[in-house]
């Protein structure tokens, strides 16, 4: 599907497997699907154009009120994330546009973008190309119940546009804005995430655990991953990985590191 002029995301109601997002239902109901198309490649936006928009991920917000259909005045919202980039290549390669192989620095051309829907995915509002405010990558994000707060998280590149590090926002009123980015941890300053990969996801590589943070409360667990290989494009068996987890169990403000590398 990411090789084509569109993107297509199927809308239902609740649970996100993949690039799908089906509606719940009661024993023996009939399936019953519908389409929406979220995000597509060649995408204009104010003056700007993103021939490439790929890495979907995606955040169901419970609402508020108790009984109402989800969807439908219940508070409830589902926040749909992308890249949108500024390049054809890695896997997509809309028709009528020229196929050329990025640069390392071009590829960092790319932004975490957004659309949210209020009425259980049947529409979504217009496209926000860039809600981290600079070059990101990666989004995945979760639903803290209990401060019913939303982390995003996402890879930035470095001021010299090649070491990636984790980031993440929050935000408190279901994705209507967010705060300032600030890193999840640095490992050249925080000596326990020396031996911890630097980037997140791609897809929701967040998850939240009921129990296990402080005072009984939630644990956020993020998992990472880092590049072990010479330039990218070198083919294998240079090609290896580093996969690593860290957690925080004070909602995101502070973090923990694996002591083990997977």
């Not at 509606?23 to 009939?30: N, R, S």
């Not at 509002?125 to 119940?145: D, H, K, M, Y």
């Not at 935000?171 to 490992?187: E, H, I, N, Y």
């Amino acid at each position: 599907a990411f090789g084509t002029d569109m993107v297509p995301i199927f809308i239902g109601t609740a649970v996100l497997s993949g690039a799908a997002i089906v509606t719940p239902l009661k024993p023996q109901q009939p399936l019953e699907t519908s389409e929406t198309t979220v995000f597509n490649h060649s995408t204009k936006i104010s003056g700007d154009f993103f021939p490439c928009v790929r890495i979907p991920a995606g955040l169901w917000v419970p609402g508020a009120a108790v009984g109402a259909p989800a969807g439908e005045d219940d508070g409830s919202a589902f926040l749909a994330f992308a890249e949108c980039r500024r390049w054809v290549g890695d896997g997509c390669y809309p028709s009528g546009l020229p196929h050329s192989t990025p640069s390392s620095v071009e590829e960092t051309d790319r932004y975490v973008c957004m659309r949210r829907s209020t009425d259980g995915g049947k529409s979504f509002g217009p496209l926000q190309p860039n809600i981290t405010g600079r070059r990101s990558t990666n989004p995945s994000a979760v639903w803290l119940e209990q401060t019913k707060t939303v982390l995003l998280f996402f890879n930035a590149p470095s001021s010299a546009l090649s070491a990636y590090r984790a980031y993440v926002m929050k935000s408190t009123d279901k994705g209507l804005s967010f705060s300032a980015p600030r890193m999840v941890f640095d490992p050249e300053k925080q000596k326990p995430f020396a031996h911890v990969p630097t980037i997140v996801g791609p897809g929701n590589g967040a998850v939240v655990l009921p129990t296990g943070g402080l005072d009984g409360g939630s644990r956020v667990i993020l998992s990472l991953y880092s590049h072990l290989r010479p330039p990218r494009l070198s083919p294998p068996p240079a090609t290896s990985f580093l996969v690593g987890v860290v957690f925080s169990d004070n909602y995101g403000r502070t973090w923990n590191a694996s002591k083990a590398s997977i």
